[in-house]
């Protein structure tokens, strides 16, 4: 199986700030990678498709890039309702596989 | 616009099955990949599998077989997922998702299974 590693469980920052998450796969797995935020009693909601693409309606703070097996997520001037959790997932090979989350929270 | 309505939450005995339902509406139905996926405290998130509705067509992941069975029934627009054997270990919420070349798109809002006597 391919294992998605995002390293920092959790990020601290401020309104107004730009901040990068990261995740690393381990194999090459092209652009199938999706990045999705997650808030206490939701579903996940997609931001980010094959690496670098925005979903429809998502702020153009919120940029993807990356390709083969290190993907980044950056937030530039995050606002305080970007405070969430957020995941990747790749989905090139199956079982389709997800990191396991990094919390960003207010300093 | 695209919708997965799951049902309600479950409370279930040790050692029974429960079976979770998603409806699709908004998109047709039959031509995307369904997945579903299990989110744990602690345990992040795992891809159970995915089903084909247009043929029934389905993907395990291996985790899962023995575990799982995807259904979906195409006159309704109703995907299933069909838990059995059911442990502590199984207390999750779970989420069905449709599947597109972008990857999991749409998600309904989860559907939350406590396993206990």
């Known amino acids: 199986d391919i294992v998605m590693t995002q390293s920092q469980k959790f990020m601290s920052t401020s309104v107004g700030d730009r901040v990068s998450i990261t995740c690393k796969a381990s194999?090459?797995?092209?652009?199938?990678v999706v990045w999705y935020q997650q808030k206490p009693g939701q579903s996940p909601k997609a931001l980010i498709y094959?690496?670098?693409n925005r979903h429809t309606g998502v702020p153009d703070r919120f940029t993807g890039s990356g390709s083969g097996t290190d993907f980044t997520l950056t937030i530039s001037n995050v606002q305080s309702e970007d405070l969430a959790d957020y995941f990747c997932?790749?989905?090139?090979?199956?079982?389709?596989?997800f990191g396991g989350g990094t919390k960003l929270e207010m300093k | 616009q695209v919708q997965l309505l799951q049902s309600g939450p479950d409370l279930v005995r040790p050692g029974s099955s429960v079976k979770i339902s998603c409806k699709a509406s908004?998109?047709?139905?039959?031509?995307?990949?369904l997945g579903w996926i299990k989110q744990r405290p602690g345990h992040g998130l795992e891809w159970i599998g995915d089903?084909?509705?247009?043929?029934?067509?389905?993907y395990y992941n291996e985790k899962f077989k023995g575990k799982a069975t995807l259904t979906a029934d195409k006159s309704s627009g109703t995907a299933f997922m069909q838990l059995s054997g059911l442990t502590s270990e199984d207390s999750a919420v779970y989420f069905c998702?449709?599947?597109?070349?972008?990857?999991?798109?749409?998600w309904g809002q989860g559907t939350s299974v406590t396993v206990s006597s």
């Open positions: 998702a449709r599947m597109s070349l972008y990857g999991m798109d749409y």
């Open positions: 908004g998109y047709a139905f039959t031509n995307y990949w």
């Open positions: 089903i084909y509705p247009g043929s029934g067509n389905t």
């Open positions: 194999q090459n797995v092209r652009s199938a």
């Open positions: 094959l690496a670098s």
């Open positions: 997932l790749q989905h090139w090979n199956y079982p389709y596989t």
